[in-house]
């Protein structure tokens, strides 16, 4: 006889779970739920990530003038937010421009000079102008180039503490690249030091060690201040430690993304200092592994002077960095205050710290991040080994053993609990490859729709483009798993076998963790957390024993989910804030849809998948995966056939998005061993710097027909095809183009002279050249067949050679600050032949004019007009001087 499901002390067949609330027979529909939690989900995912997006972006309140009174040792923004103004509006300041130069300096010294007459008696307060001459060799991108510096200028600021041979640097930039403003690159930092300054030098107490305020006028060059002031400044050797302000946005928060190297002390004053905390260990490795286009002094700091330190950086609204967008009119004052809130308690608390000339002792990696800016946690790398093995050890163990211990001692029940692990794992892991594919056939599909970066503006199209098509891939494949895998004849019931696949979830995480924890990367946190809440959630169960429950275990496990989705959401934001706006300047070779579907797969996998397995709940599926196909049909279309899906904005909404374009009018001459002139030529050069750039020079250039780089008639016979290089790394990996045309105004270029030539031994020669002229300039010096260099005198050490349209070349950068004088070159070479006497060597010189609008013809603002409203162009004017010698 059939007995009631609420008899309390109810027998079962051997092999069965112990189920003293439910009837075999109504399983399915006591643990079943609505379909309409499904949707219920999908909203309480976006709900979450619409609080983590405000989080990222919430700024505190913006101290004013008149709030001095209440807080007179505070960070006033306002302040800070007039100097800011001041060298906003003097316009672009491209290093050698009379803005940088002149107009910068002269505010800088100006308002430190008023500063200093208004400090605290106690304060001892020195100001240097340093004019710097050198260089170095740099390796970026995987291509070696030197960087030469004449007569750039620095402006330092030391306040003395009580240790004269210790100090901790500030360090900023004024300069910027052309036609920006550079607010926040890196103006900004350099109006928040000013402040810092200010309030710093107007307290009584004199600080255990002094602080060094650095204000360097050339890092957009690149980097080339802070190495003339690291190596060769008297103050230099003072410098234990150096706080680095720069931007790779327009606004938002600083982040520290880079410390060290290897020096937990540092991690320890930001923890114990810092009101707002912005950190990821994560966002270090990824910028270090050079997936970023950029770079900062750290490098320089950490490198030439072995000095540890900080790096903090705007990442927000990437899309107005060096663009003329990057102006005072969008960075909000309350920027200002939350920086310089941030940076003024870090500098107190190193300045005076008895550990900032101690940094040598404890040469550990460190762990750390922030949880919504609310909490820092950070721990050394050997504690976050067993850290991360505990959690992934116990988030499988304890599920495990709290399922099976529901079940009979024949073991037929751990087995079954095993088989439903496995099923999960499985599920998760295929549904991440499946995803995978999907989002890449999909961002295969709009490129050929002529659509791609259709997102680059709408951003939410993320969401449906490539987010709800992932989610649907990993429910399909879980349920098709569940289906092909699981048992029809199963004992357990349904709340122990999504239980049971949830810890499958576990399983693949902790794989993932351990994967990257033994392979030395920190990142592994990122997935230990996403496993500790889910250890938490199935550790209260398993205390509450309500595994067979109806419903209450999953309210513990969504109440902890609640928590792992606010972890997950905000690396949602913070990665997509970052790498969208970076496709707008990573050339077109890549297709940037791939990019961003396979992150967005593999940001829904972090976000859901302690979600997905939660659908065998439901009573039906066809509203979850109804609601999923019909969001991606719609995002689709908007993304492919609708204005919404046009990548890029003007500045109409006061949220410009813009594609970036590079345009220089350039005249070729090309001198004979002789000296003599055989060839002019001139034209434009246009740079592809995105995937839909091409389709807008064709646009630019009609009628004319574009020619790419690589194929213009000048690549048969000149060196590098005389391109007018300004910057190695990316115009070599990008692709160029050429349109013929008239000649551009250049009334002075940099030449190279020969000064002398002479034979040293049967094989080796010298030439002694003189490069005349003051502007920017780059080389190229490319030995001739049978020739080699084997030394020069441009700086201590010889760069390796680049190959670009199968020849090689030594890349020389060379940027000049005020009236440096002829440059005096020496080169050593070999020849194959004894006692040649012949050409030895091919050089280019290229002369790029910046901020040169006076001086551009009609011919060249014709074709600037012809720039959409929705791109931004740094005109420039170039003038190449080819020689053999």
């Given amino acids: 006889m059939f007995q009631s499901s609420t008899a309390p002390n109810r027998k079962v067949a051997k092999g069965k779970v112990l189920d003293p609330d439910i009837d075999y027979s109504k399983v399915k529909s006591v643990h079943s739920i609505s379909s309409w939690w499904g ?8 709900l979450i990530g619409n609080l983590t997006s405000y989080s990222n972006s919430h700024l505190p309140d913006a101290l004013r003038n008149s709030h001095l009174a209440s807080f007179p040792n505070a960070f006033i923004a306002e302040r800070a937010y007039k100097d800011l103004k001041i060298l906003n509006d003097f316009g672009p300041k491209p290093t050698g421009s009379y803005a940088n130069e002149v107009l910068a300096v002269d505010f800088l010294l100006r308002e430190i000079s008023y500063i200093e007459q208004l400090r605290n008696k106690n304060q001892n307060l ?14 970026y991108m995987n291509k070696s180039a030197t960087s030469v510096y004449r007569n750039v200028q620095n402006v330092i600021v030391k306040l003395a503490g009580k ?32 402040e810092i300054l200010r309030v710093m030098s107007r307290q009584s107490e004199i600080n255990q060690n002094s602080i060094l305020f650095l204000f360097n006028g050339a890092e957009e060059t690149p980097l080339q201040a802070s190495h003339g002031f690291i190596t060769k400044h008297r103050w230099a050797k003072e410098v234990k430690a150096f706080i680095n302000l720069e931007s790779a946005g327009s606004g938002g928060k600083e982040m520290l993304f880079q410390s060290g190297p290897r020096n937990p002390w540092l991690i320890e004053m930001y923890a114990k200092a810092i009101m707002y905390p912005f950190a990821q260990a994560a966002a270090e490795e ?56 941030n940076i003024l308690s870090l500098t107190r608390t190193m300045a005076n710290s008895d550990k900032l000339g101690q940094q040598g002792q404890n040469r550990e990696h460190t762990v750390y991040f922030d949880f919504l800016g609310l909490i820092f946690i950070f721990y050394s790398a050997d504690t976050a080994f067993m850290i991360n093995l505990s959690v992934v050890l116990l988030s499988i163990i304890i599920p495990f053993l709290s399922l ?103 399983l693949f995480w902790g794989m993932i963790t351990l994967g990257v924890t033994f392979t030395g990367y920190r990142t592994a946190y990122i997935f230990m ?48 804030n970052l790498f969208i706006p970076i496709t707008g300047r990573i050339g077109a070779s890549i297709n940037p849809d791939l990019i961003i579907g396979v992150m967005a797969n593999f940001l829904t996998l972090l976000a859901c998948s302690y979600m997905t397995p939660l659908l065998f709940l439901l009573k039906k599926v066809d509203k979850l995966v109804g609601e999923l196909v019909a969001i991606t049909l719609i995002a689709f279309v908007l993304a492919s056939s609708t204005h919404v899906g046009f990548p890029y904005r003007d500045d109409t909404l006061r949220s410009p998005s813009v594609q970036r374009h590079y345009i220089t009018h350039t005249l070729r001459t090309f001198h004979d061993y002789s ?73 002075s270029s ?76 020496t080169l050593q070479l070999k020849h194959e032949i004894a006692n040649y006497d012949g050409p030895l060597v091919d050089i280019t010189v290229t002369t790029t004019f910046w901020e040169h609008q006076k001086h551009f013809t009609p011919v060249f603002n014709k074709l600037l007009t012809r720039v959409p409203s929705w791109a931004h162009v740094v005109p420039s004017v170039a003038a190449v001087n080819g020689y053999t010698f």
């Avoid at 949707?39 to 976006?46: D, P, Q, Y």
């Avoid at 360090?171 to 000013?194: I, K, Q, R, Y």
């Avoid at 900080?310 to 009119?329: E, P, Q, V």
């Fill in 286 to 341: 990824v910028f270090q592994s050079g997936v970023i286009p950029s770079d900062t002094d750290f490098r320089v700091f950490r490198d030439a002077g072995g000095v540890p330190g900080m790096d903090f950086a705007y990442t927000a609204n990437g899309y107005r960095y060096h663009t003329k967008y990057d102006s005072i009119d969008y960075i909000p004052m309350a920027v200002l205050q939350r920086t310089g809130d």
């Fill in 404 to 506: 099976a211990r529901l079940g009979s001692t024949s073991g037929s029940h751990g087995r079954q609990i095993r088989s439903e692990t496995m099923i999960g794992f499985v599920a998760t892991f295929l549904g991440a490859g499946v995803g995978g594919v999907v989002c890449f056939l999909l961002a295969y599909q709009l490129d050929l729709l002529g659509s791609s970066m259709s997102w680059y503006s709408s951003t939410n199209l993320v969401l449906g483009v490539y987010c709800c098509p992932a989610l649907l891939s990993h429910c399909i494949v879980h349920m098709l798993c569940g289906n092909v895998f699981g048992s029809k004849t199963t004992p357990l019931s349904l709340a122990l076998k999504v239980q049971a696949r949830l810890n499958g979830v576990n």
């Fill in 750 to 825: 940099v030449r190279c002279l020969l000064r002398r030539k002479e034979q040293t031994a049967r094989h080796e020669h010298k030439l002694q050249l003189q490069l005349q002229g003051d502007h920017q300039s780059a080389l190229v010096i490319g030995p001739r067949a049978g020739t080699t260099l084997q030394g020069w005198d441009i700086v201590d050490e010889l760069a390796d050679p680049i190959e670009f349209n199968g020849q090689q070349g030594y890349f020389v950068l060379i940027a000049t600050g005020s009236n440096p004088g002829p440059m005096n070159i």
């Fill in 39 to 46: 949707i219920g989900g999908i909203a309480m995912i976006l």
């Fill in 163 to 194: 240790n004269s041979d210790q100090a901790l640097l500030l360090n900023c930039h004024f300069d910027s690249v052309a036609t920006s403003p550079g607010a926040s690159d890196d103006l900004s930092g350099c109006a928040v030091m000013l």
């Fill in 675 to 747: 000296g003599g002139i055989r060839k002019t030529d001139s034209g434009f050069l246009l740079q592809e710097l995105d995937r839909n750039a091409r389709k807008t020079i064709e646009g630019i250039a009609m009628p004319d027909n574009i020619t790419p780089m690589r194929e213009i008639p000048a690549c048969e016979t000149e060196l590098f095809c005389a391109i007018p290089f300004y910057s190695i790394w990316h115009q070599v990996l990008f692709e160029n183009y050429w349109i013929p045309g008239p000649q551009p105004l250049v009334h």
């Fill in 126 to 139: 020195q100001v240097d102008k340093q004019i710097v001459s050198g260089g170095y060799v740099g390796v």
């Fill in 529 to 576: 957390i996403l496993i500790f809440f889910s250890l938490l959630s199935s550790t209260l169960i398993s205390m509450f024993a309500v595994q067979n429950s109806v419903h209450k275990w999953l309210f513990i496990h969504m109440f902890f989910q609640v928590f792992a989705l606010l972890w997950s959401t905000q690396f949602y934001h913070m990665m997509l």
